[in-house]
């Protein structure tokens, strides 16, 4: 099992940044990408960014150029760093882990409250 705790949400206004964190424990070797996902008021969730172990990088076309997903293996840590923010990015946003052998992702954290007022 793996075990994800992300951090970092808030209000902030349109334009401003936010940095999220996601912390990973547990059997952390089972896993392979990280990413980060989101789900707005009355809409489905959706695909922000993932990176893999390797460091390769994947953006939904919509936070390109604003959002930077990265990731620090020695701490176990995935990072979004969210520029430019628009009132479109408010959302629960959820770290995920995908699993190594089936490609699926299977855990999720329990999320983090992004809001951005214009």
């Known amino acids: 099992q793996v075990q994800l705790v992300e951090s970092g949400g808030g209000s902030v206004q349109a334009g401003g940044s936010l940095r999220l964190s996601c912390a990973a424990s547990?059997?952390?070797?089972?896993?392979?990408?990280m990413g980060w996902y989101r789900q707005a008021p009355g809409k489905t969730r959706e695909l922000v960014a993932t990176i893999t172990s390797g460091g390769s990088r994947n953006y939904a076309d919509s936070v390109k150029d604003r959002f930077t997903i990265s990731r620090d293996n020695a701490k176990n840590t995935v990072y979004l760093q969210m520029s430019a923010l628009k009132a479109d990015d408010t959302g629960v946003y959820y770290c995920?882990?995908?699993?190594?052998?089936?490609?699926?992702?299977?855990?999720w954290g329990q999320g983090t409250q992004v809001t951005v007022s214009s």
């Open positions: 547990g059997n952390i070797l089972s896993t392979n990408a």
């Open positions: 995920a882990a995908q699993t190594l052998f089936t490609g699926r992702w299977d855990y």
